[in-house]
């Protein structure tokens, strides 16, 4: 069985220089367990690994059932100079509810 | 005047933001503070590009129309304006504000510029500055540099209020400061208040970027909706004297306000959780926690922060020449191919016409421009091709846009709807800039 992280939280992402930062929220308790114990680092990190060089630094926030996934080298060297069209890269955070966790 | 409350509205989140928000809390928020947040990180280097073609421009283009609309109200009811829409140039827009209430039939304001951000000529003498994202030396950007500008703390903005500013005008002022410049100063904070300026800089992080936690961004539908999202209603704060702070929005504007929209705020642009540096403290929210309070109105606790660095933050802007770019769409049987056969064809041109470039990016819209070319994308049925690619020569990036326009008549079958755009590129990096450098500065302008 697997579940998309789309089912079990939310998320924004931000810009900062040439690193995006994801947070995934979680909507409820079971869903926390889940998040926290699959969506690693290196799942991440496989997820963009054709956009951004990393790494990818994960930190936590259980009292907002939160994480924080801090992907470097993943906005085209940076907001200012990156050829993309979505230079901030705000479109990211679908791309990390699209990832796929076994339950 | 020191109080026990003060109510801060955050009335723009960037410099294009929507207007309607800032007068509805201006006329209906019962605010004391109306903060508005304008300036991405290149907006100063762009800036003072146009300060130096035209002295008296530099802030950013909507200022006038933002506070001519907010003024009357503001002045009405006694609410005080502080906005880093100064860009490039503080004095001059402190000038020109002042001159706009008078045309509006308003009394003189008190228009505080704030000054000293502008730290050009101060990196300029210390090319030994390392950048902080490779380590190497400032030195080898001075010749390109366009701009650079130091984040200033709540400290100044505290000073400029303090002299009785009914509006404060300033360059670059970390975001969250300017929100915490009014709590210092109307609640009567001293600036090694650890514990107030941790609640005061989590709560300047919340609103700085407006509708961001009332409902803006926020919105998937069926998972996640967000009511009359057409009138989203800009937040505002009531922070007590003793640091306790409950965020709200006008009643009745559209939006919503909760412990989701407040926690993905939170972590926007946030690395560290337990490091988030402003120029004030080190904020720590590891351990933050929202509370509903009732409808539209959320609470929080847990915020802690260490002692302030003995450093500024400075953007440096810079030259980085120019980036072209080109667009053509293809529909129906083949639709990819075609797309590809023009990047082909695209590429071939450009190398035929002696062109070359450090940088070249291509997307296929509708497929991989956003998320890029993931395993087993289906083919669309539409497909946009994109091409861009960054010179250093002008030329050469608007060679690209060209050819791209010379598929109407020159490319596969069916291509149609063809865009090009050139534009100059002003890069930004970051570097740190002791303290006892830099001298921020308030002005006061009291000319007619």
């Known amino acids: 069985m697997s579940t998309k992280v789309h089912e079990l939280a939310h998320s924004r992402a931000g810009d900062k220089g040439n690193t995006s930062n994801v947070s995934v929220i979680a909507y409820d308790q079971p869903a926390w367990d889940i998040l926290r114990r699959e969506l690693t680092e290196e799942r991440v990190m496989r997820a963009y690994a054709h956009l951004a060089s990393g790494p990818v630094t994960r ?45 | 005047m020191t109080k026990t409350r003060v109510r801060i509205g955050a009335g723009a989140g960037f410099s294009d933001d929507r207007f309607e928000p800032a007068l509805e809390l201006a006329e209906r928020g019962e605010l004391d503070y109306l903060v508005f947040e304008c300036l991405a990180e290149r907006t100063i280097a762009r800036e003072t590009l146009s300060r130096i073609k035209d002295p008296e421009t530099g802030y950013t283009p909507y200022m006038r129309d933002r506070l001519r609309m907010v003024l009357p109200a503001c002045m009405q009811a006694g609410i005080r304006i502080v906005t880093n829409m100064g860009a490039a140039n503080p004095l001059g827009a402190a000038r020109v504000i002042r001159r706009d209430a008078l045309s509006l039939g308003l ?59 009914q509006i ?45 936690v009332t409902g803006g ?48 705020q939170a972590l926007y ?58 667009e053509v769409g293809y529909a129906g049987p083949n639709a990819l191919a075609r797309a590809r056969l023009s990047e082909q064809i695209v590429r071939e041109r450009l190398k035929l016409r002696g062109f070359s470039y450090p940088e070249i990016r291509v997307d296929y819209i509708g497929m991989s421009s956003l998320h890029g070319m993931g395993a087993g994308r289906p083919e669309p049925y539409e497909v946009r091709l994109r091409v861009a690619a960054r010179s250093p020569d002008k030329k050469a990036a608007q060679a690209v846009g060209f050819e791209m326009r010379t598929l109407n008549v020159n490319g596969p079958a069916g291509g149609g709807g063809t865009l090009e755009a050139l534009r100059e590129v002003i890069g930004v990096r970051s570097l740190l800039l002791p303290r006892h450098l830099v ?9 007619p």
């Open chain 2, 217 to 264: 961004c926020f919105a998937d539908p069926g998972k996640k909706d967000v009511p009359d999202m057409a009138r989203i209603g800009f937040p505002y704060a009531d922070v007590d004297a003793d640091g306790s702070v409950r965020l709200g929005k006008v009643a009745g504007s559209g939006g919503r306000l909760d412990v989701a929209t407040c926690t993905e």
């Open chain 2, 107 to 165: 009394p003189p304001p008190v228009v505080a510029a704030v000054v000293g951000d502008d730290v050009t000529e101060i990196v300029r003498a210390h090319p030994e500055l390392r950048l902080l994202d490779t380590g190497e030396p400032v030195e080898t950007l001075l010749p390109r540099m366009a701009a650079a500008n130091a984040y200033l703390g709540a400290d100044i903005v505290r000073e400029a209020l303090a002299r009785d500013a």
């Open chain 1, 59 to 103: 930190y936590e926030l259980p009292r907002l059932r939160a994480l924080n996934f801090v992907i470097e080298g993943a906005l085209g060297g940076g907001v200012t100079i990156s050829l993309a069209r979505d230079a901030h890269g705000k479109t990211l955070s679908y791309l990390m509810l699209d990832i796929d966790l076994p339950v």
């Open chain 2, 168 to 212: 404060v005008v300033t360059g670059r002022v970390a975001d969250p400061s300017m929100f915490v410049g009014c709590m210092l100063h109307g609640l009567g904070w001293s600036y090694d208040d650890y514990p107030r300026l941790a609640a005061g800089t989590f709560t300047g992080h919340l609103l700085e970027c407006a509708a961001q």
């Open chain 2, 269 to 326: 642009e946030i690395h560290d959780p337990a490091r988030y540096i402003t120029p004030d403290c080190v904020l720590d929210i590891t351990e933050a926690e929202f509370e509903q309070l009732g409808l539209d109105r959320v609470g929080f606790r847990g915020t802690r922060a260490a002692a302030r660095t003995d450093t500024y933050k400075v953007v440096v802007g810079y030259h980085d020449g120019w980036i072209g770019e080109g």
């Open chain 2, 439 to 447: 001298h921020p500065e308030v002005v006061i302008e009291e000319r």
